[in-house]
């Protein structure tokens, strides 16, 4: 009878090990994709800084910590690749990486 139950809660314990394992490689995919945002947010204030102040707008890329960001204006198309309405307007779009995660923002 107590190798039965022992056989049980061993059987159990290996089940709860595998989901909390499972579970921390899910919030380190969820931390890494947090992570992988920011630096799209900081790559688009950086290119608005760029753009502000020295009104570049030619591609720029650049490597923060552990990731790539790349950035990049479209005076012509927006994100559908549709006509920007005014003349006027400018879409700035960043793109970041981290490992795998990968994030692209855009204003």
């Known amino acids: ?3 039965g139950i022992f ?3 061993s059987i159990f314990t290996f089940f709860l090990m595998k989901l909390v394992v499972k579970e921390h490689t899910m919030s ?3 931390a890494l994709d947090i ?3 920011n630096l799209a947010h ?3 204030g950086r290119g608005i800084f760029q753009f502000s102040n020295f009104r570049n707008i030619t591609p720029q890329s650049g ?3 552990n990731g790539d960001y ?3 204006y479209d005076g012509v198309n927006d994100e559908d690749s549709d006509p920007l309405p005014y003349s006027h307007y400018t879409m700035l ?3 970041a990486e981290i490992s795998d995660s990968y994030r692209t923002t855009r204003i």
């Open 1 to 3: 009878m107590s190798i």
């Open 7 to 9: 056989l049980i809660i």
């Open 28 to 30: 380190m995919y969820h």
């Open 35 to 37: 992570k992988t945002r």
């Open 42 to 44: 900081s790559a688009l």
């Open 63 to 65: 490597q923060l910590n």
């Open 70 to 72: 790349e950035i990049s």
């Open 93 to 95: 779009k960043s793109e």
